[in-house]
């Protein structure tokens, strides 16, 4: 166990989706400060969605807190339903495709400096499309396949700057040599 | 670069503010015309690095996460004090490992979570390193540090040992990077 010591904890923002507590903590060089800690009030899943001849499904979006379009995978806060209940409906919503194959490949922490909440990566394969319609609400403009070559010249070249979606890809990549896949 | 904004603020204020972070809340029109609310998390801009001896092996450090409350293997890094970025990884990484470094390379550039946070991470290589800086006790808890093969660190990643997405994405960027220069 770590020195940190907590001697209070208080909630000083939420809404519907986040919530901040600032934790009033003596840290391990003996200082006493605040810690503020972001959490998020529902489980969030990040889909990464693999088409039948093995391409990668990307959305474009705008992004009100960047104020830019950004490709990203597949991502949303649970309503509270089942995780694999979120990810196909997201994965519906986001890219108008279904799959038969989803699994949990990780769950990772968004920061570990500030953030306690973790979000769930799943992979889903076998990729189908249903429909051209996509959800408008949160900004999603437009679904697009593209290869593992094409995604990782996209990384490189600072197109995809979702860490989340960098990290999934990167350990959905290493799961899929080890299936039947040919990328 | 569009410069239309399919997103409309009405108002913004200041929620929650300490030294380290500043909550906002701002009114919003949709992109679907309704209205909304949207919480933004501002913080300074980070940097990671990933240092790597002769061999090409990565060095982690095991370090506490008050958050999370548990240790994790991650990469050094930090967040910068407004200051230039390269400036800020070699502060970073002398002062939670104690290296410094002959070549420094820019791997890119990322954010943290696109829907959350205004922050950006930039990650670097660091390359011809040694042990000879000085290193600080922080407030952060840094338990040890050790060099691992990205094989090692594939291993870790799928076992849940190594599990931030900030962490992952500047290994990613350094592995991409490493076997391309061999």
């Known amino acids: 166990m770590a020195d ?20 009033d903590v003596t840290n391990p060089i003996g200082q006493r400060t605040v810690y503020g800690v972001f959490s998020a009030q529902h489980p969030i899943v990040y889909v990464v969605p693999v088409t039948q001849d093995g391409k990668f499904l990307l959305t474009k979006q705008f992004r009100y807190v960047l104020q830019q379009d950004t490709w990203e995978v597949v991502a949303g806060q649970t309503d509270g339903e089942d995780l694999m209940v979120a ?52 900004g999603i403009e437009q679904a697009k396949a593209f290869s593992a070559e094409e995604m990782r010249k996209m990384i490189h070249s600072g197109e995809i700057i979702c860490p989340h979606s960098i990290a999934g890809f990167y350990i959905a990549c290493d799961i899929l040599a080890g299936d039947t896949y040919a990328l | 670069m569009r410069s239309d904004h399919p997103w409309k603020t009405k108002t913004t204020k200041v929620v929650y503010e300490n030294p380290w972070m500043r909550i906002r809340e701002d009114t919003v029109l949709t992109p679907t015309g309704s209205d909304g609310i949207y919480g933004v998390m501002e913080t300074n801009d980070s940097v990671m690095i990933a240092a790597v001896n002769d061999q ?26 407004k200051e230039h970025g390269l400036r800020a990884a070699k502060r970073e990484l002398e002062e939670e490992t104690g290296i410094t470094a002959k070549t420094w390379q820019k791997l890119g550039y990322t954010r943290v979570c696109n829907g959350l946070m205004t922050e950006r991470m930039t990650t670097y290589l660091a390359s011809g390193i040694t042990f000879e800086g000085e290193k600080e006790t922080a407030d952060e808890q840094i338990d040890e540090g050790k060099f691992f093969s990205t094989k090692e660190i594939d291993t870790m990643i799928s076992q849940g040992d190594i ?20």
């Open chain 1, 87 to 138: 990810a196909r409906r997201e994965l519906l919503e986001e890219t108008g495709h279904t799959s038969d194959d989803l699994r949990q490949i990780a769950r990772l922490a968004v920061d570990t400096g500030v953030y306690d909440s973790y979000i769930d990566i799943i992979l889903a394969k076998n990729c189908v499309k249903v429909t051209d319609e996509l959800d408008k609400t949160d």
């Open chain 2, 56 to 81: 090409n092996k990565i060095y982690l450090i095991r370090t506490y996460s008050y958050p999370a409350q548990s240790w994790n293997w991650e990469i050094p890094g930090g967040g910068g004090n």
């Open chain 2, 163 to 182: 599990n931030d997405s900030q962490s992952i994405t500047a290994i990613y960027l350094a592995t991409r990077w490493l076997t391309q220069e061999e």
């Open chain 1, 4 to 23: 940190w010591q907590t001697h209070g904890s208080k909630v000083v923002y939420e809404n519907k989706w986040n919530r901040v507590r600032e934790d």
